[in-house]
């Protein structure tokens, strides 16, 4: 996994995108993934992963 995190930050940086922009991006995903699924979706799982692959890619503490 770092080393694929490793690859997409080598190519997000470039583009010098905002964190902030993952963050708006995550609520648009979870609300929905979570609509499609309903009760069986579990947003805090989803939200760790997430957090793991954003703070990856971005490379920002806002996703501890």
């Given at each position: 996994?770092?080393a694929?995190?490793?690859?997409?930050?080598?190519?997000?940086?470039p583009?010098t995108?905002?964190?902030?922009?993952?963050?708006v991006?995550?609520?648009?995903?979870?609300?929905?993934?979570?609509?499609t699924?309903g009760?069986?979706?579990?947003v805090?799982?989803?939200?760790?992963?997430?957090?793991?692959?954003?703070?990856?890619?971005?490379?920002?503490?806002?996703?501890?």
């Amino acid at each position: 996994l770092d080393a694929d995190l490793a690859h997409l930050k080598s190519q997000h940086d470039p583009r010098t995108i905002d964190p902030v922009n993952f963050v708006v991006f995550r609520k648009a995903l979870i609300a929905t993934v979570a609509g499609t699924f309903g009760v069986c979706f579990d947003v805090p799982a989803w939200q760790g992963c997430y957090n793991i692959i954003a703070k990856g890619i971005t490379g920002s503490d806002i996703f501890d």
